[in-house]
C-alpha cells in the first residue's frame, strides 16, 4: 500500500486503535466510539489503563538506554497520538542533537503532528504518515532519507503496533525489510499485547471488541513474539512484561505480569 494513497479522512464512526490508546492515558483526543470500544475492552480488562502506562514507561526507560550507548537517531513507527514526554523529547534530554523520524497511518496522529515536530534546534523530528505494511515505502521515503543517515545506526522502535498486525500480513518478513538497510550496531525494540498471564476467554473477548471495530488484532505468545526477532540477538534482560525491562526501581503497586500483559524485548543488529 503506497504512503502518499492513505486515506486521510478522519472517521469518528468506527474505533481507532490510536484514539482508544489515547483514552487508555487520559488523553482528549478520542470520540465516543472510541471511548465506547475501549470501555468495552476495560470491562473484559479491567488494567487495560496500567498496560498502556507502562507501555509508555518501557519506551522512554528504552530510549534513555539507546541514547546512553549513544544511539542518535530513531526511527518509531505506530507513534500514537502525542503524549508528554513523546520519544523525542525524552530522546533529546539525554542528546539535544538526537534525529527522530515518526511513522503512524492514523490521520489523527497527522492532525497532532505539530507536537511531534517541534525539536531541538540541534535536532531534528519528521513525520511521515505511513503504514508499517508497506515497510519499503517507509525506509525509501524522503522523510526519512532526508533526516536518517542509514550508515549509521537507528533504533527502530515499534510499540503496541504488531499486535495489530496479524500474521497474514507477515510481521517477520514485515521486520526484515525495515531492519535490511539499517547500519549494524543499529537495535530494534517492541511491545506486544500477550494473553500469557491472562484469561484465554477474556483476553479473547478483548481481541472481539476490536475486530468487530474493523481492527485487525491478535495477541502473541511468548515464542511468537520472540519469532519477530528473527535474525537479531536480543540484549539482557531478553523479553519481559514491559515493567520488568531494565526499571527503574520496584514496581508501581498496580504493576504484575497479569495488569501489564505486555511483552518488551529489544535487539541488536550485528
Ligand atoms: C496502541 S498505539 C501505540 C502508540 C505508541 N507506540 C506507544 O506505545 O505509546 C498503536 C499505534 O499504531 C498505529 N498503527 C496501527 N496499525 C498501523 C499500521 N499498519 N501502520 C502504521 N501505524 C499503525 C495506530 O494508529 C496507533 O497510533
Redesign the pocket.
Known amino acids: 500500500m503506497p504512503a502518499q494513497g492513505l486515506p486521510r479522512e478522519l472517521r469518528t464512526t468506527t474505533p ?3 484514539r482508544m ?1 489515547d483514552y487508555y492515558l487520559g488523553g482528549k483526543d478520542n470520540y465516543p466510539v472510541d471511548r465506547e470500544a475501549a470501555e468495552a475492552v476495560r470491562s473484559v480488562l479491567p488494567h487495560i489503563k496500567v498496560t498502556a502506562r507502562s ?2 514507561e518501557f ?1 522512554h526507560r528504552a530510549t534513555r538506554w539507546f541514547t546512553a550507548r549513544g544511539i542518535r537517531q530513531f526511527l ?6 502525542p ?1 508528554e514526554p513523546n520519544l523525542h523529547q525524552v530522546a533529546q534530554h539525554e542528546a539535544p542533537e538526537a534525529r527522530v523520524v515518526y ?4 490521520p489523527i ?1 497527522l492532525a497532532h503532528v505539530d507536537a511531534l515536530l517541534r525539536s531541538t534546534p540541534e535536532g531534528r523530528t519528521e513525520y511521515l504518515h ?4 508497506a515497510p519499503r515505502d517507509i525506509v525509501g521515503s524522503e522523510e526519512l532519507t532526508r533526516t536518517l543517515d542509514l550508515s549509521q545506526p537507528v533504533a527502530l522502535s515499534m ?3 504488531f499486535h ?2 496479524p500474521d497474514e500480513d507477515d510481521p517477520i518478513g514485515i521486520i526484515r525489510e525495515l531492519v535490511e538497510p539499517l547500519a549494524p550496531g543499529s537495535y530494534v525494540s517492541l ?1 506486544h499485547v500477550t494473553a500469557d498471564f491472562l484469561d484465554p476467554e477474556e483476553a479473547a473477548k478483548a481481541i472481539d471488541v476490536y475486530r468487530k471495530g474493523g481492527i485487525p488484532a491478535q495477541v502473541r505468545d511468548r515464542t511468537e513474539f520472540e519469532a519477530l526477532f528473527a535474525g537479531l540477538e536480543l540484549v539482557d534482560p531478553g523479553i519481559t512484561p514491559t515493567y520488568r525491562w531494565h526499571p527503574d526501581g520496584p514496581p508501581r503497586q498496580d504493576e504484575t505480569d497479569a495488569t501489564t500483559s505486555m511483552y518488551a524485548g529489544v535487539a541488536l543488529k550485528k
Not at 518509531?76 to 497520538?81: A, E, L, V
Open positions: 481507532h486503535t490510536a490508546y507501555t509508555r519506551m518509531d513507527i505506530g507513534t500514537g497520538i503524549t511513522v503512524d497511518h492514523d496522529v505511513g503504514d508499517v505494511r510499540n503496541a503496533l495489530f498486525v511491545t
